[in-house]
């Protein structure tokens, strides 16, 4: 054998051996790849499911991820919590048609719903439940879990494209209206009438959000190259914001700051997107979500692009009048699907990203110079949550002394934990009553959730 052939020979033993290592660590990756991540109504809360279950944790640091529960419940694809209060809504794969409502701090089942159809989504408010079906959509009164509007026929959606706002004054709730182009239909849930129909893209719609408010929602076609943002009040265009020139993307998701000036977006490529929404006048045709324009460069190309406007082919200008992202972060998750979020930690606001290996990337934001955001830290949600300092691995603090975990819910030492099954069709049942004499007078305010005192009465459970 000569020295080239041994070469050879080796190089090609050290590719195989490799090639084998890193199927063996996919292997071991598939094994606790995160089935589900989502965040609850205003970005306090992110749920993460496996195979073998889901947990809640807490977004209220930058150092570690509080978890608030855990549940050992397999094929969960669907698990809502609404917003810091201690109520879920469940789905699992073995029950597709079957939505659950849960206290998780009390252990306790509060109703259960069966549907005709596989359930696609689950969204809610703290007035509105909406279960999303491929056809049809379920509205119920969260406080008694009430059917009180059903949307039938809908356009075919088996992803489960819905939104609903988040604040009660505004409380819509969008859906593709039609099944080959980006009709967005927007229904007032609270006086069970469509609020407006807007023809928001050519192509199908591929993601949907709601800014705080509820009088703004931001949409994404199928093509993935313009991001709008429109009025809720009329359906007027507010904002156009351009993602890319040339390359098509899947819009994985959308999502406003609680502030509403600031609107994230994840796709398929290795760029998310910050884009800032400013409040000039929507009649003066400027760069919208770029940086400020009045001196410079930027200013002087956009005054020129606006004086030409009526002399260039409306495709150019419309092109050139896009918003470009104010901020953006780079990454080497391609091929995994990632989720975007912008949320409030500490005072700041923080770019989170998370992916469906189960990590979740936390990052500053200048809200004043935009540009490339920083890591702060980055979390393994799946199994025992992990957090890595930059290329460092650290392993989460320790759960304090002054807590307890009992079943799966973690609380501190001086807390109860009732468990049991309570059945609302149990007419004896002392909760039965209790949440049925708060459902007489419902209060001018809302419930405080985040009470352990109090959550919607439901006064029955229907199957």
Known sequence: MSLSEGVDLLRQGLVTGIAGLMAGGEGDADTTQASFITFNQDTTCVAVGTTSGYSLYTLNSTDALEPVYQSDEPDVYIAE????????????????RTLRVCHFKKGTE???????????????????LVVCLEESLYIH???????????????????????????????????????????????????????????AHEGQLAALQFSPTGTRIATASEKGTVIRVFSTHDGSKLYELRRGLKRTASIYSLSF???????????????IHVFKLDDKPTQT???????????????????????????????????????????????????TKTICALAMIRKSLRLLICNDEGFLHMYSLDQDEGGDCSLIKQFKLVESPTIVDQNEFLETTETPETSAKQGNYFF??????????????NPDSEKFHEMASAAETPPKTCFLLDDDGEFPPVAFAAS
């Not at 700051?257 to 760029?271: D, Q, R, V, Y």
């Not at 501190?412 to 069709?425: D, I, Q, R, S, W």
């Open 81 to 96: 919590r609404l917003f810091s209060s201690s109520l879920v809504a469940v789905v699992s794969s073995s029950n597709a």
């Open 110 to 128: 509060i109703c259960r719903y069966s549907y005709g159809d596989r359930i696609r989504a689950v969204r809610m408010n703290r007035s509105r």
């Open 141 to 199: 009164n969260i406080r008694d879990m009430k059917v009180i509007h059903t949307i039938r026929d809908t356009p075919p959606n088996p992803s489960g494209l819905i939104s609903l706002s988040c604040d009660n004054t505004h409380c819509y709730l969008a859906y593709p209206g039609h099944s080959h182009t980006g009709e967005l239909q927007i229904f007032d849930t609270i006086n069970l009438a469509s609020r407006v129909i807007i023809p």
């Open 257 to 271: 700051s609680p502030c509403g000036s600031f609107l994230a977006c994840s796709s398929n490529t290795e760029t």
């Open 285 to 335: 045709p400027a760069l919208a979500g770029s940086p400020p324009s009045d001196d410079g460069w930027f200013g002087y190309i956009n005054t020129m692009v606006s004086a030409s406007a009526g002399y260039l082919p409306s495709q150019v200008t419309d092109t050139l009048l896009q918003g470009r992202a104010f901020a953006s972060v780079h990454h080497n998750q391609t091929g």
């Open 412 to 425: 501190k030492n001086e807390e109860t934990f009732p468990g049991g099954l309570f059945l609302l069709n």
